[in-house]
């Protein structure tokens, strides 16, 4: 299979203000622009990551990457939920990864820049 080529498309996931289960598949829904059949439960969240066709057109990605922001106090606020979603965007990475498309899950709290 040839190498994919093209820009890294990214998207941000802003969870400033998040504190539980709802709210942090609210913020999925809202700040990825998940299409409308996206259901607010874990199982509709991996179902999203694992079919990426919401991403956005354009050319081929050599892979896409979330950046992830505000995830310490999410997790400290809602340590079972962040668990859950965790474990969900690692599922996600690995998946893409074994499709050489990789998803790479940034998680940044420094200051926005």
């Known amino acids: 299979m040839a190498p994919m080529t093209g820009p890294t498309p990214v998207l941000p996931l802003h969870l400033d203000g998040v504190h539980d289960k709802d709210g942090f598949l609210e913020r999925c829904a809202r700040d990825l622009r998940f299409p409308d059949w996206y259901g ?5 969240l991996a179902d999203c990551l694992t ?7 354009g050319a081929a990605p050599s892979g896409y990457l979330l950046r992830v922001r505000g995830w310490t106090a999410f997790r400290d606020a809602a340590p079972e939920a962040a ?6 965007l690692s599922d996600a990475v690995t998946y ?5 498309t990789p998803l790479t899950i940034w998680y940044d709290d420094g200051p926005d820049t």
């Open 40 to 44: 607010h439960n874990w199982d509709a």
């Open 51 to 57: 079919d990426l066709s919401w991403w956005g057109e």
């Open 83 to 88: 668990a859950i979603a965790a474990d969900i």
């Open 96 to 100: 893409w990864s074994a499709r050489g």
